[in-house]
């Protein structure tokens, strides 16, 4: 007898839950295809209810493709529906560990919940029907003007409505970048070394070779981009990711001096810009030449990454290439851009950076004293700037992989450097960030994290 898990009980009738149990044991290849299924009269008396039933729940499944019957015989699976070998899906994240000082996100217990709720309602109720439509791929025009204002006023960059393009986030926006460069004749792009590693993986996944070019504590070494042969770089002027370097003003003169004799274009990605502790915010390199520079901002790090809400300055010369690769993909929902809008006009966005600066600094000063009190065989560079420090392990006969074994056995998220390194050897230690944790939470956690590095002494 077939074995149908019936739930009968749970709404919908007893039709349709012979469907579903039908439909699941197909798929799940308990029923095979191919293979005959019981007959109407026997199925039904076997479950105990109506024949007619029965009939109408095969005659629906016929329909939809998993069965077959075919005049004078059995009624059968269809071949075609049995289940395919699953494939397992790739686990980007893993686990959430108890203590988390990976670095890449905010703290989500802070997020302004009801102060991005009222600018959602606010945009919603007032929004013309016409906004539910597709929306300007270039990002809805409120939008670019509130951002061409708060970026002018905060990162000093040269932005008007029609050079900025909305995306969902710097990934996306480097992902249709890369894209962009290839339909241009590009083939080899520069990035930094050490570098986020999902970064390189985006230009290389479009096709682009990737030449890591050295950070030095000026920033990126210009000299070797000179012989590098390469069309763009990708940079960190701000505060270099992950080794937290601040680019000096001579080097971004050298940068930008080599990108125009070149003509090669430089990709300036303020990641976390609004986030200095010793000083107003550094301003962009952008705004030194917005003909060679494309910006790239984000909200991923200043208020949640969970809005995928990005945007690019664009130099006029690559506009329309951009636009051709991007078509109708990318932007995010245009009810989220006209909230963001709002929450810009609103000064919203200033308040809670203003918040989360004063939260971010004593983090990074509680973080930075406990590492020198409690793992003093770190190096620790960091802390002016950005929601992360980092320690390299350099003088001590120690692998990192051992630290990170030990802080994952204690539900501690330590990110290790070694897999943002492309070529040069000195990838040994951790990119420590303080953000994550929710504020209550934070002293708890930074316990945690020193008791692993005391383990260590
Ligand atoms: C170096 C760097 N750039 C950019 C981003 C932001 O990317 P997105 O806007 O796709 O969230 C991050 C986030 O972790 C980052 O670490």
Known sequence: MLDLQLDLVSGGGRRAALETALRSAIRSGRLVGGGAIPSSRSLACDLGISRSTVVAAYEQLIAEGYLHSEHGSATRVAALATAPTPTPEIDLFGPTPLHDFRPGEPDGSSFPRSRWLRSVRRALTDAPDSALGYADPRGVIELRAALADHLGRTRTVDADRSSIRVLGGFGAALGFLA?????????????????????????RTVGLTTVPIPIDDEGIDVDRLRSADVGAAIVTPAHQYPTTVTM??????????????SGAWLVEDDYDGEFRYDRRPIGSLQGLNPDRVIYAGTV???????LRIGWLIVPEALRNDLLRTTGVRGGPSAIDQLALADFLERGELDRHIRTMRTTYRRRNHALRQMLDDEAPWLDVSGGAAGLHLMATLSNRDLDESKVLAAADASSVGLLGLETHHRSSAAGNGFAIGFSRPAEHHFPTALERLADVFRSFR
């Open 300 to 306: 991923s790090k200043s208020l949640s990454p969970a």
């Open 179 to 203: 894209e962009t460069f290839q339909r241009r004749g590009i083939t080899r792009v520069a990035v930094e070394d050490p570098m986020l590693p999902l970064h390189t993986h985006i230009l």
């Open 248 to 261: 000096s003003a001579a080097r971004r003169n050298e940068l930008i001096g080599w990108a125009t004799d």
